[in-house]
């Protein structure tokens, strides 16, 4: 098996993903920290091995292009509450934790990128 040396973080500028930069860059791993806004992930600037990589994760084919040359892909999106009762658990919520996976395993399999970890807000 390939070793992994590129992993792109979706939600990376939140905490758990800065922390998980720090880490991946002390093993000499690449980060690619895809957010919708950059800013938000502005402090992983001072990680070497770090990328901040704008992206809309709502369309697939974007989120395809920016998983080019990744390894592996971690799922760091996610939200407790939703106020809309118009669907089970409301939209945002089965947005983030149904509709994103699927998009981004979909743009895994154009990458042919094999490895994924989704971290539950839950």
């Not at 084919?61 to 996610?78: F, H, R, T």
Request: proline share 3%; glycine share 10%.
């Amino acid at each position: 098996m390939n070793a992994i040396q590129r992993v792109a973080l979706l939600g990376g500028g939140g905490f758990i993903g800065s922390w998980l930069t720090e880490r991946l860059t002390e093993t000499g791993k690449e980060t690619v920290i895809l957010t919708r806004r950059p800013d938000h992930a502005a402090s992983a600037r001072i990680f070497p091995t770090a990328e901040i990589v704008g992206v809309d994760a709502c369309d697939t084919d974007a989120l395809s292009q920016a998983l080019a040359g990744c390894d592996a892909v971690v799922n760091l999106v996610g939200i407790l509450h939703d106020r809309d009762g118009s669907a089970p658990y409301g939209k945002r919520f089965a947005a983030a934790h149904v509709e994103l996976p699927r998009r981004i395993v979909a743009a895994m399999k154009a990458k042919g990128v094999r490895r994924l970890l989704h971290m539950s807000a839950l």
